[in-house]
């Protein structure tokens, strides 16, 4: 692809790939602007269920508008191409800021922040995100957050309300997402709701203080196992214990015991942040582990 147009774009390199697609940064001609294209293989496009996907993506992010959700700008076909054009976002993935030792606190907390808020919107709008992990989520070189790619999510209709469903046909017992980072009732192919998403959210937060998955086995079943029946490893002793509490709730294994909603998420964040900023956090800290020595 790379050369090639598509439609008023100019494939200039390769991004990167997953399950759903290539994506590659382009120019838009029209524009004269830079501009991520994601592309579904051309193997695939035979797929019904993933050209679904594909285009639901488009459908359920452009439906949101808030910075730091990724702002979807064309769908469209070619010459035989499904394509998304897309905002372009300078900057590292998650994954790759973390690290073997994980972020600093200020910068955990300044992320979480962010990244709560990007899902509090989605799921003040019925959708579940159902895919989020480090990969999907980009820091640009402002330190403003971006989630990414909304293809495996799904739109809930509120009750009482007569709204357009975009639904993830999805059967019981089917399994959709990236195992480490799903929720027991996902891993399980149950239905989920946004408290799924929650979970992993405590997910990612546990990997950016640490900087090791909270769940991980040799296989993916022995991972999926992990999830379903054990709890994590203990956080380190210098993580504040407000923060230790948070990702501890958001990773429970019934939904019914988690934090119900991402806004309450947010909002234990910025406290803490707060606290940091502050420097009581850390004096709560140092006499916390004053009294455990």
């Keep these: 692809m790379i050369g090639r147009a598509i439609a008023h774009y100019q494939i200039l390199e390769n991004l990167g790939e ?18 991520a294209i994601k592309v579904l293989p051309p193997e695939r496009i035979a797929d019904p269920e993933r050209k679904r996907r594909f285009v639901q993506e488009a459908k359920a992010a452009s439906a949101l508008n808030h910075p730091n959700i990724i702002t979807i700008y064309d769908i469209d076909q070619q010459a035989g191409v499904d394509f998304m054009a897309m905002e372009y976002v300078p900057g590292k993935t998650l994954e790759q800021l973390i690290g073997r030792k994980g972020l600093k606190l200020i910068d955990t907390l300044k992320h979480g922040i962010q990244i709560a808020d990007a899902l509090s919107r989605a799921h003040g709008a019925g959708i579940v995100h159902r895919d989020l992990k480090p990969s999907n989520i980009m820091v640009d070189e402002h330190e403003l957050v ?101 990702i501890t709730r958001c990773l429970r294994k019934q939904p019914q015991r988690r934090i119900q909603h991402m806004d309450d998420v ?22 916390c582990r004053q009294i455990l020595a």
């Design 146 to 246: 971006k989630v990414l790619d909304f293809g495996l999510a799904k739109l809930i209709e509120p009750r009482g309300t007569e709204a357009e469903t975009v639904t993830a046909r999805t059967a019981e017992g089917t399994i959709v997402g990236t195992v480490a980072y799903m929720s027991p009732e996902q891993a399980q192919g149950l239905p989920v709701d946004a408290r799924s998403d929650i979970f992993a959210f405590g997910a990612v937060l546990y990997e950016m203080v640490t900087g090791r998955q909270a769940f991980r086995g040799d296989t993916k079943i022995s991972t999926l196992a992990a999830i379903i029946n054990q709890e994590s490893p203990p956080l380190p002793a210098d993580i504040p214990r407000d923060l230790e509490k948070l």
């Design 266 to 287: 947010k909002l234990a964040l910025e406290e803490l942040k707060e606290e940091s900023d502050s420097g009581r956090l850390a004096e709560g800290d140092a006499l």
């Design 18 to 35: 997953g399950g759903m697609g290539v994506v590659y940064k382009a120019r838009d001609t029209h524009l004269d602007r830079f501009v």
